[in-house]
């Protein structure tokens, strides 16, 4: 599989929590690069930064990318900010 690229804004997993899992949307054309809706292991980078992180089901046909506060810290990037990402690899999990 050759690099996904796209820009997403973080957004938290339940936002009227306002609070807890953060994940960004994988844009529908890049669904089933990534092997379909399914959840699985993903690595890759967000703003230049490597990371390893999870894809998972969020509902209504999308996946959504798993974005943790270590990831965040790393790229200076925040929930509600828009971020460029590039999934390079995918393991089963």
Known sequence: MGPIQFAA???YWNPERASGLAVCDIPAEHVAALGGLKQQRVHGFIEGV?????VMPAGGGALALSVSKAMMGSAQVGVGEQAQFE???VGHQ
């Not at 490597?50 to 999870?54: D, G, K, L, R, V």
Request: charged share 25%; aromatic share 10%; hydrophobic share 45%.
């Open 87 to 89: 999934i390079h690899a």
């Open 50 to 54: 490597e990371f390893a992180s999870n």
């Open 9 to 11: 804004r973080i957004r």
